[in-house]
């Protein structure tokens, strides 16, 4: 980037970031003062959590009412009776534990500014000329070291000077709050010099009586330290060498210690310069940004963010843009959430939100949450897929608990929003509170990553649990209509209100009456849930009576309807009319993100959905609604008007750094107009699924190479790709009529394969693994073994 960040005290939006899953930290790139901002994936407050009353009776009411078509008036039933008992949960927030502080004086203009991030190796470097010297500061958070580590050098030159500390980062819009100042009051920070070494430390008590802060060790080559007025100042090193640790849930009088002892023990081990320290980070880091690899149409260049974003508003997004925003949002996800006990799943703002009460940032499984994972797997990055498992399933009595109180049900009821600790309804508004989808929507996720990894007592021990818990609920809540079908009700197609239930005086409401039957997405999440149930009891050895009676289950579900203009209706009962100007795609679950609609099995319905999205008006769309388009064109196969949504979203909700806003807030009509557009890494996470999308798809039995290929990229090349039971590596050039595909088994495959219509005469070379399929001439179907030699597709001469 070519200049540092901006918007003052929301400085943190434009930061460079860098993690290693449990610590983030954001470097704004000031020169003579700077900012890099702490946060940790378990610091989170100001949540409040009330005993949930149990108004599970309201049910039948709300029936009531809905079967006289006194909608409205049912929609908010269930709302007011917890708010009549003064029920009022708030979900937590996550904030900044504490910023770096440092100053250097600068002896004239800088000149030569450049802030880069090296996404392969997580290192954020800030760079300029002073007079005749170079400086540069780097930092990374490092995987193997757990510290975030930070170096200042001017070239050798013994010309590094400056103050340094640690603080509590303040904040602008909750500065004159009561919760602010309390908070502020117990912060507390010093500096110290021991042993040639300096000590910076830093602590505040949470609102739940626990301590978190950090402790820095300062290191100078040369020169002089000493601490004064609770920093420390250094003059005329060649370089500075800072180690920071954090710690949370703590008490400063023995955290400060344990981590000064650690730091200490650091510094001591073989290794522990800057390069050192990096070359140990980077071996854990590099294989998790390496596992899948994209090349498109040469981009390869060396030009800014700032410059590719302008070239972005010529109209089209340059491949290279693409390319990096594939990159980026993986390098997000690698550096905001890992494996380790202490991580979180990866939240919208991922480590690096640098307010108090940030908008948004819970974790919102009615759709937000399931787009920041849709890209894992296929990318290779499903070793960082079970922190999300592991969060759902630790707030499990809770959400038993919803589901009785709520709706007098068995099973879970798993609210939109959650935070650690608080699986119980806080946004008591219809939109959220009716909408019962969210288990069988995060079933999903349990079951692909059983298909990715094939591992069975993940199937038996964890994912069959949560779908039991989860169909266990549709077992109490579901009734019969008088022809024997299932009817959902109250069901909520998220977050779209009925046209004929807007507001006729055409004043805004955000979600004026949500509340309907049998909304479309409803019965595609049961639909899936049932078949996924009865495949993975197949596949465990399970009831067969069971299986027979969820057979039963998926019949007596309603089919999917068409309205008047041919496309799949949102809700299936007739008193709901299609609303298309919306964000949400959710009736077109069947297509994506579930796998139940495909061309090859029901051509007309496909159309019929294609219809769906074809008119969903682009102007109401928001930055992760335009991704999740993207994803949906991409499986009708329309990579044109899939690269097109990114184009948009490119030009309406991206900031200089990469992070995705949630809308455009400039009135530009490019997308949903919004004053606040907060950060939503939701829409980077989904860019990557959207790439991943256009040129792999895999299903069980299928998989698609090049679906929906744009035209505009002519030529490309990726590898370290994954199909659900083994590799693929790829190149094309339309240009020169040329494609090689090779995939590898890593366990038994069994799949019909289906090559792009302009390659369909590729040569097979697999021996007996490769057959001709029925399904037309650009489908194959292969079976390998693990060990097997690549199963390759060649068209022409490849490089």
């Not at 610091?43 to 009776?57: A, Q, S, Y």
């Not at 910076?200 to 402790?215: K, P, Q, R």
Request: with cysteine; proline share 5%.
């Amino acid at each position: 980037m070519s200049y540092p960040a901006s918007w003052w005290r929301n400085m943190w939006r434009e930061a460079l970031p860098a993690g290693n899953g449990v610590a983030g930290a954001s470097v704004f790139g000031g020169v003579q003062e700077e900012t890099v901002l702490l946060n940790h994936a378990k610091l989170w407050h100001w949540g409040h959590r009330d005993e949930l009353p149990d108004v599970g009776g309201t049910l039948a009411e709300t029936r009531r009412l809905m079967d006289e078509r006194r909608y409205a008036e049912a929609s908010w039933l269930l709302a007011n009776a917890l708010k009549e008992r003064g029920y009022g949960t708030k979900l937590a927030s996550r904030f900044p534990l504490a910023a770096i502080r440092l100053a250097m004086p600068c002896g004239g203009a800088f000149r030569a500014y450049g802030r880069t991030l090296a996404m392969d190796s997580g290192e954020v470097a800030v760079g300029w000329t002073d007079g005749d010297r170079r400086y540069r500061r780097r930092l990374f958070v490092s995987r193997a070291d757990d510290a975030i580590v930070y170096e200042i050098d001017a070239g050798g030159e013994a010309a590094v000077s400056g103050e340094i500390g640690l603080a509590l980062h303040p904040s602008d819009r909750w500065a004159d709050t009561p919760e602010f100042k309390a908070l502020e009051r117990t912060a507390e920070s010093g500096a110290d010099v021991a042993g040639g070494a300096g000590w910076c430390w830093f602590a505040a008590t949470n609102d739940d009586g626990t301590e978190y802060g950090a402790v820095m060790r300062v290191v100078p080559e040369g020169g002089s330290v000493e601490a004064a007025d609770g920093v420390l100042r250094f003059e005329g090193a060649s370089r500075v060498l800072a180690l920071a640790k954090l710690f949370v849930f703590g008490e400063r009088r023995s955290d400060w210690p344990r981590l000064k002892g650690e730091l200490s023990a650091l510094a001591l081990d073989e290794g522990a310069s800057y390069d050192g320290l990096l070359e140990r980070h980077i071996a854990l880091h590099r294989p998790l940004y390496r596992s899948a690899s994209l090349s498109l149409d040469g981009d390869a260049d060396s030009r800014s963010n700032e410059r590719l974003l302008l070239d972005a508003y010529e109209g089209e997004a340059p491949a290279a843009l693409v390319r990096k925003m594939w990159a980026y949002g993986r390098y997000l996800f690698i550096s905001g959430t890992s494996a380790a006990e202490q991580a979180e799943p990866f939240g919208l703002y991922g480590l690096w939100g640098g307010d108090y009460r940030l908008v948004w940032s819970h974790n919102m499984a009615n759709e937000n949450v399931q787009m920041m994972y849709w890209h894992a797997h296929a990318g290779g990055l499903g070793e960082l897929v079970p922190s999300l498992f592991r969060y759902y399933g630790g707030l499990m009595d809770d959400f038993r608990d919803n589901a009785r109180k709520l709706y007098g049900c068995r099973g879970i009821y798993i609210p939109a929003g959650s935070t650690p600790g608080i699986g119980v309804p806080n946004q008591i508004v219809p939109v959220i509170l009716n909408w019962t989808g969210a288990a069988g929507w995060l079933a999903r996720h349990y079951v692909e990553h059983y298909r990715y990894t094939g591992d069975k007592r993940f199937l038996r021990e964890t994912a069959i649990p949560f779908m039991r818990e989860a169909l266990r609920f549709y077992d109490d809540f579901l009734v019969l209509n008088e022809e024997g079908r299932y009817k959902m009700y109250p069901s909520v197609s998220p977050e779209n209100t009925p046209l004929n239930y807007m507001p006729a005086d055409g004043k805004p409401l955000a979600h004026p009456m949500p509340t309907a039957i049998n909304a479309t997405m409803d019965v595609a999440i049961l639909k899936e849930l049932l078949r996924h149930l009865i495949e993975a009891s197949r596949e465990t050895g399970g009831d067969s009576r069971e299986e027979g009676k969820w057979a039963e289950m998926l019949e007596r579900l309603p089919a999917y309807e068409t309205n008047a203009d041919g496309a799949v209706r949102e809700w299936l009962h007739p008193d709901f009319d299609d609303r298309y100007a919306h964000r949400h795609l959710s009736h077109l679950y069947p297509v994506f993100p579930g796998q139940e609609v495909t061309r090859e099995s029901d051509p007309a319905l496909f159309t019929a959905f294609e219809t769906a999205v074809r008119r969903r008006e682009i102007c109401a769309q928001s930055g992760w609604s335009l991704a999740h388009m993207a994803a949906v064109y991409a499986r009708l196969g329309d990579g044109d008007r899939s690269l097109e949504c990114l184009d948009i979203l490119s030009r309406s909700s991206l900031l200089p750094n990469l992070f995705t806003l949630h809308n455009d807030w400039r009135g530009m009509g490019v997308s949903m107009n919004m004053l606040a557009a907060p950060v939503q890494l939701d829409a980077n996470m989904g860019w990557v699924n959207a790439v991943q999308e256009q040129l792999l798809q895999a299903s069980p039995g299928l998989v698609k190479l090049l679906p929906a290929l744009p035209s505009r990229w002519k030529k490309g090349r990726l590898a370290g790709w994954r199909f659900h039971t083994g590799t693929l590596s790829l190149e094309w050039d339309r240009e020169a009529c040329r494609f090689r595909a090779e995939l590898t088994a890593d366990r038994d495959t069994d799949v019909t394969v289906k090559l792009p219509d302009w390659a369909a005469r590729a040569s097979a070379v697999g021996g007996e693994a490769v057959r001709p399929s029925a399904l037309g001439d650009a489908y194959y179907e292969v079976r390998m073994k693990k060990g097997d030699a690549p199963v390759v597709f060649e068209l022409g001469r490849t490089s």
